[in-house]
């Protein structure tokens, strides 16, 4: 779903509400620059994973950045993770999952591999099977 908050003149935003997260659930949010500080991301993910007592996952968003002209929700990917235990093989399909359709511009095919790559880490270290400083 699409949707769009064109703000008249002389209107402000003053607040954003978000949802408090529950203590199952675990975020991160990777990206790809070409330098650390001050620049655009090249590629971009955000990953919220519920995660269960017995380690499965309940629920799943994952939405790309820099990917397309606004954020970009991958249910597809999400499916794949909800009701499994995360694993490497788990998460690799939720990147590959991330851009099945994926058509890329001539100029940016590089994006491809580097959204898959960071759907994959995400994932990962949101599940905690893999450390943040290991990726």
Same mark, same amino acid.
């Given at each position: ?42 590629? +971009?993910? !955000?990953?919220? &994973?519920?995660?269960? *007592?017995?380690? #499965?996952?309940?629920? %799943?968003?994952? =939405?790309?950045? @820099? ?32 851009? +099945?359709? !994926?058509?890329? &511009?001539?100029?940016? *095919?590089?994006? #491809?591999?580097?959204? %898959?790559?960071? =759907?994959?880490? @995400? ?13």
């Amino acid at each position: 779903m699409h949707r769009e908050n064109i703000l008249a003149a002389e209107e402000i935003l003053t607040a954003v509400w978000l949802p408090p997260q529950t203590q199952t659930n675990r975020s991160i949010y990777l990206q790809v620059a070409e330098r650390e500080a001050f620049d655009w991301p090249l590629a +971009a993910v !955000a990953v919220v &994973l519920d995660i269960d *007592a017995a380690d #499965l996952c309940r629920q %799943a968003s994952i =939405v790309l950045g @820099a990917a397309a002209p606004a954020p970009w929700r991958v249910r597809q990917a999400e499916a794949l993770l909800t009701g499994v235990k995360i694993s490497g093989k788990t998460a690799e399909a939720a990147g590959e999952a991330a851009l +099945a359709g !994926a058509i890329s &511009l001539t100029q940016n *095919a590089y994006k #491809l591999p580097l959204l %898959a790559t960071l =759907v994959r880490r @995400a994932v990962l270290v949101g599940a905690a099977t893999l450390p943040q400083d290991q990726f």
